[in-house]
RNA sequence: GCCCGAGUGGCGGAACGGUAGACGCAGGGGAUUCAAAAUCCUCCGCCCUAACGGGUGUGCGAGUUCGAAUCUCGCCUCGGGCACCA
């Protein structure tokens, strides 16, 4: 027997000891092995806010179950773990509290490190880096001149939410009601000259791409199909009457060509150029172009505002009828970004052009009716899909009757032989604007040199380091203001220069560092052999939050990479497999400033719907997911202390299912603390169970065994954590009452202690090393079922009457059909059911089930 | 507003179109204990019944099917995303 052993579960003593031992044998250092098949599995890295919470512990156990699993079957596993160190939060944190946000950050990431540590994910450390270390974004600027060289990078202007009173360009969140979050003041629309990346150029691609990631979950594929956004239409310019010069016509884009003869009046953007030239004359346009301004720049707000137009007096020669005009709006709820800027209304079957129209006195008259119904729109626009048959009234092309789609095409058709435009296809995805006017970010290499324009700078000066020596008690970006840092010389033509003050999106640094990792610590930005050997990613995991920009913005990035020889043409899809789990949600607390401003307070802060420190009463806002600037965070720290980190990760495991979202309560830990400890108590009494010969219930339980093996194996390869938490606890139950020998016992223990490794690692290494297990569990083989042991040789099957459960038979798995039908028509309830008379179907699902319908 | 999801006991959740509620939590009863904690056994959707048993039941309303939590259509409620939060 081996020496001390405590009395009771000591989570607190195994865990450092199993840690210690993993870390001793350098178990989840990622190595290309030749000779063994390679799984890369990569949870979505986190934001370095200081503290970890629930959300990590739940992604990254996941993550880890699948690197324990994968390894256990004999991969070589990349399983690395980094920092999205960049972003808003570090340079808020500078103002409000003063220091720097790379100290912040450090900080943050030192503190977060050691309270993710003590969970004992199989994580490669050694490959850990922050986007904002210097050799990452340098990495990235060098990226960035062979995506500029490549043409993947462009200027162009674009609006922004600027703050008149501190001078500085707003996020979309910190715009609050149409007003600056700090300064209180309204937030104007701006125009600035910024960097985009041609990711439109890939919106076909992409959206092709999609239908080959079969392994993302389909809702995914959906949000980023609608996000890209094809659609088909016709594009074509009306003549305009009474218009400025050089603005003889006016191109709109139009998905419903078949409504032309239902226009009843045509609309532009508040940004479309004409708009603009009417601004500069006119007072009561730019009035009105200003307030439009107000709105904000997100389209939620531009959507949620109330449809106004103001009528310019120009008006368009409809392109049928040179006697009908349109009158020209200039409207709130036009994009510039999307088709042309320009639209023609169709009241009858646009509910927001029929507002629209209601409000201004338009006419809405009906293009088409529905085939069983004749009455015209008044309030209510009809708007069928498109796939709908629909009688047309106002049509022009092809058959009175047909579907939107077919009236669609022979629409287009119409007026291209007409010469009254074309039909084209057009993206809803624009191109992906990258500059921030910020300092916390990875700073764009340009120079503005006042002869040569804007020019690249050269690579051997690279990399182009922020300045530490910023303050941020002024308004506006440091790096504007900072005295020699934009001083520069042009790299063309060696003259005095300016540097390009923005920096990257952090969406920018997201977008690689899944590629980083199979080469953390190399001069280039990847290195061939490692790219080769690690991409792609097979499993990605993370939030469902992410499912849009992130995976795209990664997904473009992927194939400018490509495109400029950083990462093999296999890699341009990244990720072959994605997981996206549900958020941990929380209650919100809120209290308002004396601005009449929210306030959010952490949940350790609140006690019975009350401020612990001054008592004030807290408004409770119903769960949401937690976020930094809700405060709706729950601290796992405190859980792993009292109970452990195997508890922390069973919970989280086993709670529910892992795409959906789980609300945190505390409550479940102790219980999952107290199963943790049956188990540890059933091994020890196992092991102190001397050897003895078989037993006749040894089969019954070997064949629990195998049942589990196969039960977790396949839940975990489905994902579904929570069953196989569920069928482990099943087994657990059926060892801990079992009446087996010694023997067959201590095998089923090593078993569970392999099953439960995955999950809990360092229980199953104080079992596996107590049953006599060899070596480490980390690093033994996955067990493999006996199908077997799997079989049953009877079988229960339930008896429906019309549908209804009514009795039960028990009869050899292998029965025939025939032989099914009679043992059931021989039940009492089957024949009190028929009553004499013979049943009108009888059906015999094998293995499953009988219905008889009488 | 637009796009995408999710709704099953007191709670978290199981259920290839085939016995709804596995497994866990909470709760009731019991054993052990001087007593409690811990542990173990046991019951546990709702309604009627002393019990046997019967009825009913997966957000709401229709439909398809021998059979629907599961498929179809229409609603309701909650959540995510909406391009400068990460």
Redesign the pocket.
Known sequence: MSGQHDARYNPQAIEPKWQAAWDDGDCFAARRDPARPKYYVLEMFP?PSGRIHMGHVRNYTMGDVVARYKKAQGFSVLHPMGW?AF???AENAAMQQGGHPAEWTYNNIAVMKGQMKPLGLSIDWSREFATCDVEYYGQQQAMFLDMLEAGLVYRKNAV??WDPVDMT??????VIDGKGWRSGAEVERRE?T?WFFRISDYSEELLEAIDGLEHWP??VR??QK??IGRSRGLQFAFSTVDAPEGFERLEVYTTRPDTLLGASFAAISPDHPLAKQLERHDPEVAAFVAECRRIG????AL??AEKKGFDTGIRVRHPFDNAWELPVYIANFILMDYGTGAVFGCPAHDQRDLDFANRYGLPHPDVFLALDDSSPVSDTAFVPPKSEKVRYVRGFAGDTVQTGDEAVEAAIAFCESKGVGEGVTKY???D??L???RYWGCPIPVVHCDSCGVVPEKKENLPLELPRDVSFDKPGNPLDRHPTWRNCTCPRCGAAALRETDTM???VDSSWYYARFTAPRAETPTVAEDAEYWMNVDQYIGG???????LLYSRFFARAMHKTGHLPAKAIEPFDALFTQG?VTHEIYQTRDARGRPVYHLPEEVEDGKLRSTGEAVQVI????M?K?KKNVVDPVNIIESFGADTARWFVM????PE????WTS??A??TF??L??VWALSERIADLDTEAPDPHDDELMRAMHRAIDDVTRTIDGF?F??A??KL??FT?ILS?TKASATAQKQAARVLAQLMAPMTPHLAEEIWARQGGEGLVTQAPWPKADPAMLVSDTV?L?I?I??K??A?ITVAADLPKEEVEKVALAEDAVIKALAGASPR?V?V?PG??V?V?V
Request: aromatic share 6%; net charge positive; charged share 30%.
């Open positions: 934001y999205d972003g808003m939060p922004v939410n360009v707003l996020a979309n969140e910190q600035l910024q389909e809702k959906l949000m609608n996000w720049t997100t389209e939620e959507e949620k809803r995805l624009r992906w604007g500059s921030r006017q999106d952090t969406f469902i939050e992410h499912a849009i920009l992130h958020m119903p769960s949401a997911k976020s600037s086993s709670d529910s299912p959906r979202d789980v609300e409550a479940g102790e219980a107290k199963h400890a049956r579904a929570n069953k938490i569920a606890y099943e139950n009452r229960v339930p429906q019309n549908g459960r009514k039960e179907k059906i699902v499953r089930i219905n319908v």
